[in-house]
């Protein structure tokens, strides 16, 4: 086979991995769709995604997405209040030690909770979901009423809150597919 033949047959491959790839064939995936069903909150929900684990935009069934979903939010709830607790030990401020503490313990053991119950109670994993975003509300009032005004704390809750929104939405999913 010469090269030109070669590197055609590579591109032609190329071409048809890529058009048969799902997101490219359907135009979005399954978390994407459910972003785009949330108007409120469409844009943060989509640009969080392109810092999903590769499972969430892959998954191909509501369940495999919501398990995808929840595994990721146990961990980037965890990696956030490491993040608050380092702070805080650097800024003894009182919000942010509440941030860090009390709001993001809640957060997660909710999304923890929710991981732990999807398969056997969905309805309450659903719910457990939805209250982890009561912490990064929580923490923005603390931090409100203290007059702190921390950008990277407020893209943090910001994030969290929408995942909190993402996981409630596709495991209600569940328990209506």
Do not use: H
């Amino acid at each position: 086979m010469n090269s030109s033949a070669l590197c055609s047959f590579v591109v032609a491959v190329c071409l048809v991995m890529v058009s048969y790839s799902p997101m490219v064939a359907n135009g979005q995936g399954l978390a994407e769709k459910t972003c785009l069903e949330n108007l409120e909150y469409k844009d943060a929900c989509l640009m969080l995604l392109k810092q999903a684990d590769p499972k969430i935009v892959n998954a191909k069934t509501v369940d495999e997405l919501a398990q995808a979903t929840l595994e990721w939010a146990v961990a980037k709830s965890q990696d956030a209040q490491a993040f608050l607790k380092g702070l805080s030990q650097v800024d003894n401020n009182k919000a942010i030690v509440q941030c860090a503490n009390f709001d993001y313990d809640g957060v997660v053991a909710s999304f923890k909770s929710a991981l732990e119950g999807l398969k056997d109670d969905p309805q309450t994993a659903s719910y457990d979901a939805k209250v982890a975003g009561d912490g990064p509300t929580g923490c923005d009032r603390g931090l409100a009423s203290q007059n702190i005004n921390n950008p990277a704390i407020t893209a943090l809750n910001q994030q969290i809150f929408t995942l909190s929104n993402l996981a409630f939405k596709i495991i209600c999913k569940i328990n209506t597919d």
